[in-house]
């Protein structure tokens, strides 16, 4: 039972991981603790094969809410994990916590879910940037098929003009009847 007081060091660096993933390092600089939130808490449970047809998104999302909702209301007694209600991310503490509920809905042990997650290397980057239909994106990014206003956007070459493409300025040098200057 002495993992569960103390962070363990696998557990440690995927929460470390997880909770940098997709931030800025003005974001990180911001905050003076790591905390994770859904989307990462997801990403990492995907990321270790926790998340199948018997123990669901949905249901990880249930076990969440609940940790959360223990947390924000729970005792404030010495040495115990205590969130400001409103609270949606969680420091490495009340990771532990929710990694216990996780482990009690899977009807695992608390270890099997940190041998998972110590085996995990990190978030992956798969399907993250790939095109679903080339064919589709090189016709419509295509600028010699386009017609009409749309083709004086671009020169010769496919590159667009800027603001002298997409502007129509009014020549206001002519002479018009009835019109007074306000001087």
Do not use: W
Request: aromatic fraction near 6%; charge should be neutral.
């Amino acid at each position: 039972m002495a993992s569960k007081s103390s962070a363990p060091s696998g557990l440690r660096q995927a929460f470390d991981k997880y909770s940098k993933f997709g931030k800025t390092h003005a974001q990180l600089a911001d905050h003076n603790e790591l905390r994770i939130g859904s989307a990462g808490i997801q990403k990492m449970m995907k990321d270790c094969s926790l998340i199948n047809s018997k123990y669901t998104s949905q249901l990880l999302d249930n076990d969440i809410a609940r940790v959360l909702g223990k947390l924000t209301t729970g005792s404030s007694e010495p040495g115990s994990v205590h969130y400001p209600k409103g609270t949606k991310t969680f420091e490495i503490k009340g990771f532990k916590l929710l990694i216990d509920r996780i482990a009690e809905s899977k009807g695992v042990s608390h270890d099997e879910i940190l041998a998972k997650i110590n085996q995990n290397e990190g978030p992956s980057l798969t399907n993250v940037t790939e095109i679903s239909n080339k064919e589709i994106t090189d016709r419509m990014t295509d600028t010699s098929q386009y017609t009409g206003s749309h083709k004086e956007r671009f020169d010769e070459e496919g590159h667009g003009k800027g603001k002298e493409g997409r502007s129509d300025d009014a020549d206001t040098t002519g002479y018009v009847q009835g019109f007074k200057t306000g001087h």
